[in-house]
């Protein structure tokens, strides 16, 4: 009798054991099961291993979902790898029943990871571990995916709400950035729910469109600074595409029309006067998308000035100024703004910053000017200096100079290795064209002359 106690007490101690290992994520043993259940466990665990690697994703899924269901503390990859084969089953089924039924799965997959999160990553490697947005963004991304052809209940707000949710979460949690897949696709959704509603979700897709490629813009930078060059590479090969999604869809999408932006602003700028944190980033809107040259613009920039100036409302004030012809004040104004700066890497971002409106002016001479600035502030904008001047040789039709500038750009900044291939790209096309033009004009030049000069030949015939 008291063996058989001790063997019962020793048996509830061991479950025990196991419970609380299961949810602190100990040893694989104790995250598996005991007797029978660890057996079937380990079993169909190295199934669905074996599975995936052969893409056999309906016997996959017959491994997993026992595994999944008894032992969810077993291994990550039940999580990461159950949902990649999740996905192929969706893309391969072709009965719909059967399609809402793996999308509910794929759907109940992340679900269950964020529950169980704290545990998960308590025997994962540390910069393998996920947070609780990274989980949301991703489960936000395969819900945009394919939510439409799987979930009738599928809405677009609802997938907008999911992404915002997981990128807040990350943002908040810190650590990481968001990856770009997912900002591709939070991009895509983003412009969808414009197209919907242009007006009322326009400023909203405004800051959508800053926020996604200001985290692109930094993991370039990342990428810039990094001294492994496959690491390097990696990060771009992560970034510059989404990057480039985004601003195409921003460009196609014509949210910053001047008309509509100065028209959502110019009543939000008054009620928020005094509201220094709305109007420095009104002016960031603004200034991002061409409205730095509107008298809202300039409303907001004094407003901000004389609550507290900082370099972005003396910017403002410095092109009013500049717009208005009084150039010394806007010089004034200028410096300011570099002198309200904190450091050198920021005086010299606010120079190639001011060099930009001087660009977009047509004052190209100041221009130069504030990039030479930039490079002696900060030798690190050297890359993006190249850029600006390109840009400046292409209004000036200056496109050998241009091109140059855009290979001196790539040559000094990995991350602007797509950038200045897109922009001499266009100027390749542009020479193209301008070529078969001349070429077209010259043989219809030749052809005027001959028949001027017959013409000319039976004048002179006919005297």
């Given at each position: 009798?008291?063996?058989?106690?001790?063997?019962?007490?020793?048996?509830?101690?061991?479950?025990?054991?196991?419970?609380?290992?299961?949810?602190?994520?100990?040893?694989?043993?104790?995250?598996?099961?005991?007797?029978?259940?660890?057996?079937?466990?380990?079993?169909?665990?190295?199934?669905?291993?074996?599975?995936?690697?052969?893409?056999?994703?309906?016997?996959?899924?017959?491994?997993?979902?026992p595994a999944f269901e008894k032992a969810p503390f077993a291994q990550m990859g039940l999580y990461t790898n159950g949902a990649y084969m999740m996905a192929m089953l969706i893309q391969g089924e072709q009965d719909a029943a059967k399609k809402q039924q793996y999308f509910q799965e794929l759907m109940n997959i992340y679900d269950t990871r964020v529950k169980n999160l704290d545990g998960?990553?308590?025997?994962?490697?540390?910069?393998?571990?996920?947070?609780?947005?990274?989980?949301?963004?991703?489960?936000?991304?395969?819900?945009?995916?394919?939510?439409?052809?799987?979930?009738?209940?599928?809405?677009?707000?609802?997938?907008?709400?999911?992404?915002?949710?997981?990128?807040?979460?990350?943002?908040?949690?810190?650590?990481?950035?968001?990856?770009?897949?997912?900002?591709?696709?939070?991009?895509?959704?983003?412009?969808?729910?414009?197209q919907a509603d242009n007006n009322g979700f326009r400023e909203s897709f405004l800051q959508d469109y800053l926020e996604s490629k200001d985290v692109c813009d930094k993991m370039l930078?990342?990428?810039?600074?990094?001294?492994?060059?496959?690491?390097?590479?990696?990060?771009?090969?992560?970034?510059?595409?989404?990057?480039?999604?985004?601003?195409?869809?921003?460009?196609?999408?014509?949210?910053?029309?001047?008309?509509?932006?100065?028209?959502?602003?110019?009543?939000?700028?008054?009620a928020n006067k005094d509201n220094l944190a709305y109007l420095k980033s009104a002016l960031t809107l603004m200034a991002a998308n061409d409205c730095d040259d509107t008298p809202v613009y300039y409303k907001a920039a004094e407003y901000a000035y004389n609550i507290e100036p900082t370099f972005e409302s003396a910017i403002g004030t410095a092109q009013k100024y500049y717009k208005d012809g009084e150039t010394a004040k806007s010089v004034k104004y200028y410096n300011d703004a570099i002198d309200l700066c904190q450091s050198d890497t920021q005086k010299g971002n606010i120079a190639l910053r001011v060099a930009a409106a001087m660009r977009k002016g047509g004052d190209f001479k100041s221009a130069y000017a504030y990039l030479d600035k930039a490079m002696q502030y900060n030798p690190d904008l050297e890359g993006k200096c190249f850029m600006q001047r390109a840009n400046i040789a292409t209004k000036e039709k200056n496109y050998t100079l241009a091109k140059q500038y855009c290979d001196k750009a790539a040559a000094a900044d990995i991350t602007l290795e797509g950038q200045a291939q897109r922009l001499k790209?266009?100027?390749?096309?542009?020479?193209?064209?301008?070529?078969?033009?001349?070429?077209?004009?010259?043989?219809?030049?030749?052809?005027?002359?001959?028949?001027?000069?017959?013409?000319?030949?039976?004048?002179?015939?006919?005297?």
């Open positions: 009798m008291k063996t058989k106690n001790v063997f019962l007490a020793v048996a509830m101690m061991a479950m025990s054991a196991t419970a609380m290992a299961q949810y602190e994520g100990t040893a694989w043993y104790d995250r598996i099961g005991t007797g029978e259940d660890s057996l079937r466990t380990r079993q169909n665990l190295s199934l669905f291993q074996t599975a995936i690697n052969g893409s056999n994703w309906a016997e996959a899924y017959e491994a997993w979902k998960l990553n308590s025997f994962t490697r540390v910069d393998r571990r996920a947070t609780e947005g990274d989980v949301i963004a991703r489960k936000a991304y395969d819900y945009a995916a394919y939510g439409p052809s799987c979930d009738p209940t599928y809405t677009l707000d609802k997938a907008y709400a999911m992404f915002k949710d997981g990128i807040n979460k990350i943002n908040e949690q810190g650590g990481r950035e968001v990856e770009g897949f997912v900002l591709d696709a939070f991009f895509r959704v983003s412009y969808a729910k414009y930078q990342l990428a810039k600074e990094e001294t492994n060059p496959e690491k390097a590479q990696k990060i771009v090969a992560k970034y510059d595409q989404p990057l480039n999604t985004i601003e195409g869809l921003f460009a196609e999408s014509k949210a910053a029309d001047r008309e509509q932006i100065v028209a959502i602003f110019t009543p939000k700028i008054e790209s266009s100027i390749q096309t542009v020479e193209a064209h301008n070529a078969e033009y001349a070429r077209q004009k010259a043989e219809y030049d030749r052809q005027q002359a001959e028949l001027k000069a017959e013409e000319d030949f039976w004048k002179a015939g006919k005297k």
